[in-house]
């Protein structure tokens, strides 16, 4: 209803109740049950063009709210932009600083850390290994003990065993 209002307001259409409520697709009781409706009618169509304007000279509502959405838009975007140049601006002057105030790691810290990791990485190794030969040692040491056990248990012969006088 209000785009059909806002036609009739352009001069598009004529300001009827008749006319708007067939381009709406409503009865003329609705236009009539509806006094501001009528009264906005009325206004329309006694108000003529302003004078030395044209129909395409006119701002429509539909003009302006595209306008304004396409504005809020750009904002939008503006702001975005705005907030990455703020943290990308925040982020090197944070470095610059860090840098020149001595708090920040020197040059070389790369290639110590890298070393750090590397020795890090060999310690793990050593102690999976080392678990590896404790394992290995527990192990020879209970068949050590098993054989041992057997060996004084097994009877002796007789030319081995000890003299009693």
Do not use: F, K
Not at 51 to 60: E, L, M
Not at 63 to 69: E, I, K, N
């Amino acid at each position: 209803m209000a785009s059909v209002i806002a036609q009739a307001a352009e001069g598009q259409l004529d300001a009827s109740v008749s006319a708007i409520a067939r381009r709406a697709g409503v009865h003329r009781s609705y236009v009539y049950r509806h006094p501001d409706l009528v009264q906005l009618l009325r206004e329309i169509s006694t108000r003529g063009p302003e004078p030395g304007q044209s129909p395409a000279d006119r701002v429509t509502e539909a003009s302006l709210r595209a306008d304004l959405a396409h504005c809020q838009d750009r904002a939008r975007r503006a702001g975005v932009r705005v907030r990455e140049l703020e943290a990308r601006l925040s982020r090197q002057l944070g470095h610059q600083i860090w840098q020149v105030s001595g708090l920040g790691a020197g040059p070389d810290i790369e290639a110590v850390e890298r070393e750090r990791d590397a020795l890090v990485q060999r310690v793990a190794d050593l102690v999976v290994a080392l678990r590896e030969r404790t394992d290995e040692l527990d192990a020879a040491r209970a068949v050590n003990r098993r054989l041992v056990a057997e060996l004084n248990n097994a009877p002796r012969p007789p030319s081995e065993e000890p003299d009693s006088s």
